[in-house]
């Protein structure tokens, strides 16, 4: 089946301007992740859905940052009034379920470049 | 506060040689995973361990949980240049993966 699939692939947007990612889980995953990793550093989480659970926002750099999961599959990350400090790759992973064991399968990111 | 360190954060060797990457921590983990991540991709899973002490070998590759479930390396036997990325370990908390600094690997011909 499809993997994660997340869009678009790149964005260059202007500062101050707000931007949209969007993830497609794996059907049926019902853990959803989003991480920011910059210059191909470590993974900084920033978000964490688990059905139907309130989801752990405590990754999020400022409230500029928000997200949701709607039905339960597609996410989308949103940040308003952008800052070039938010330039970055944004992943998204998914998971069967949040066990200690389940791995995370990734999309291939969004590259966003705010100018 | 990085709560998982890797070290080193870089490594260039020629192929053939050995390496290990250490990943530490000063907080207990239920589990562990290592994960490899090229140019333009997200990162795949190697491995995850579990038990402290546990050691899983996958071809070349071999991985170890600390026995304190705090820490854990990757050893890489006669690199070949198609084991060129970024490796990553990974620790469950709070049933958050939480992502160390990564190491990144460039193995010349």
């Known amino acids: 089946g499809a993997g994660v699939s997340q869009s678009p692939s790149n964005k260059v947007t202007e500062k101050g301007k707000d931007v949209e990612l969007r993830c497609d889980p794996i059907s049926g995953h019902t853990a959803l992740y989003w991480y920011r990793q910059s210059l191909g550093q470590g993974l900084e989480f920033l978000i964490y859905f688990q059905g139907n659970s309130a989801p752990d926002k405590s990754g999020l750099p400022s409230d500029r940052f928000s997200a949701e999961r709607t039905g339960g599959s597609v996410s989308t990350l949103t940040i308003q009034r952008t800052q070039q400090e938010d330039s970055a790759v944004y992943l998204c992973?998914?998971?069967?379920?949040?066990?200690?064991?389940?791995?995370?399968?990734f999309g291939n990111g969004t590259r966003l470049t705010v100018t | 506060t990085q709560l998982l360190e890797q070290s080193p954060q870089f490594l260039s060797i020629q192929e053939g040689e050995n390496l290990t990457v250490y990943c530490n921590s000063s907080s207990v983990f239920s589990s562990l995973q290592w994960y490899r991540q090229e140019p333009g991709e997200g990162p795949v899973l190697l491995v995850t361990v579990v038990t402290g002490g546990e050691v899983k070998k996958l071809k070349r590759l071999t991985f170890q949980f600390g026995d304190a479930r705090k820490d854990s390396s990757l050893h890489i036997t006669a690199a070949q240049p198609g084991d060129t990325g970024l490796y990553l370990c990974?620790?469950?908390?709070?049933?958050?993966?939480?992502f160390g600094t990564g190491t990144r690997l460039q193995v010349f011909p």
């Open positions: 990974a620790g469950d908390k709070s049933d958050k993966l939480i």
């Open positions: 992973a998914s998971s069967l379920e949040r066990q200690h064991n389940s791995p995370l399968h």
